[in-house]
């Protein structure tokens, strides 16, 4: 079996008792600790009290919605979310991934095959932690890094980065002023390819980003965008 490497506890949110029931005794195996909530609302209190690495939320539950237990989530957590679904269209994983989701996954399917999706995941995760403070430190003054609570920060003010966005923000450090080109964010967010991938994703997360930083700092657009090519980062 895979294994995962993982600080706190994985969150498991769906009604189906039976598929719960499943992935918790195959993560148990892999020596990963199990949160298990019916609904919604449950996942976002366990949120709260359990702090997991991990969160797996099925969009269809009672008493609160996936959808909405992510947007409830991304208040108070940063930990990376897979959806789970049973049909999926354009406009569903759109909201999901405004309302702060990392990845998807549809019904059917293999717990190999989330758990190689969580391994991306955090794989890409640790590679842009490594990268982020001596970029930042060399190029936005504003923009600072923690990497002991794994966190950004834009003048001294917290930003719940999904993974995602964080690395869209490094990779435009990266380009020191440069144009970045939507085709290129899409290549680092999913290097590998994913015949799932709905090319406004990366429309979504800068628009994450740049509202994540307007609530911090009312008025200032950290991204530039460059009509018909990309974007860059502003000096802050």
Known sequence: MDKLQLEGPILIADDDASLVSFLQEYFEALNCRVLAASDGQRAVELVKTEAPSFIILDIMMPCMDGTTACWEIRKISSAPIVMLTAKIEEEDKIRGFERG??????????????VARMQAILRRMRTSERKASGLILNNNANLSYDSESHRFYWKKAPLQFTYQEAQIVITLLKMQGKVCTREHLLNVLYPLGDKDVVDRIVDVHIGNIRQKIRDTDPGFDLIETV????????EG
Do not use: M
């Open 227 to 234: 009509r018909s090519i990309g974007y860059r980062l502003k």
């Open 101 to 114: 989701a990392d990845d998807y996954l549809c019904k059917p399917f293999s717990p190999r095959e989330l």
